[in-house]
C-alpha cells in the first residue's frame, strides 16, 4: 500500500517563491553599478557577475535536466561569456521563462523522485530545487555586502 506524504507547500506556491527570489536577484543585478558587477569583491569572493554565471549554469539548465531525467556536468566554463550587465539580464529572464517551461512538466510525483544532478548529488528532485533557491539566496547576501561597501542600498530582502 503507498501512502501519500503530508503537503506542506504546493508546486505552484514553490515556483511563485522561487520566482520571487528570482526577481529580487534581477533587481539586485540591475542596480549594481557595470564596473563593479564585473570588478568588485571583498575578501577574495568572486565579483558578483561571477555569481551570477553561477547561478545562470545552474537553474534553467538544471531544470531542464530533471524534467527530461538527463544528467548534464555543471558547465559554467562553457556558457557563452557575457560583457555587460544587460547581457546578464536579458540572459536571467530567459532562464525565468525556461524554469516555468520545465516546471508545468513536472508531476506532484515528481518531486520525491531522486535525480542526479549535474553527475554529482542524488537527491530528491525537492532537495534540488530547494538547493536552487538556498544557492542563489546566499550569493544575493554576497551582493548585498558588495552594495552596502559600495554604498547603495540594495533592495529590500522581504519584497519578493
Do not use: C
Request: aromatic residues 16%.
Amino acid at each position: 500500500m503507498k501512502t501519500q506524504a503530508a503537503q506542506v507547500i504546493t508546486p505552484e506556491d514553490l515556483l511563485q517563491h522561487w520566482q520571487g527570489h528570482r526577481a529580487l536577484t534581477r533587481r539586485v543585478i540591475e542596480i549594481f553599478p557595470e564596473k563593479d558587477f564585473f570588478e568588485f569583491s571583498i575578501g577574495g569572493m568572486r565579483p558578483f557577475s561571477k555569481l551570477a554565471d553561477e547561478l545562470l549554469a545552474i537553474a534553467a539548465p538544471a531544470m531542464k535536466g530533471i524534467v527530461n531525467r538527463e544528467v548534464q556536468p555543471y558547465n559554467e566554463e562553457g556558457r557563452e561569456k557575457l560583457i555587460f550587465k544587460a547581457q546578464y539580464l536579458q540572459k536571467w529572464d530567459e532562464a525565468t521563462a525556461e524554469i516555468n517551461k520545465y516546471w508545468q512538466q513536472l508531476s506532484i510525483e515528481d518531486f520525491n523522485e531522486t535525480f542526479n544532478l549535474f553527475g554529482q548529488y542524488e537527491f530528491p528532485i525537492i532537495q534540488n530545487i530547494l538547493y536552487f533557491i538556498d544557492n542563489e539566496v546566499h550569493h544575493r547576501g554576497q551582493a548585498y555586502v558588495y552594495l552596502r561597501a559600495l554604498g547603495i542600498e540594495p533592495p529590500f530582502f522581504w519584497e519578493r
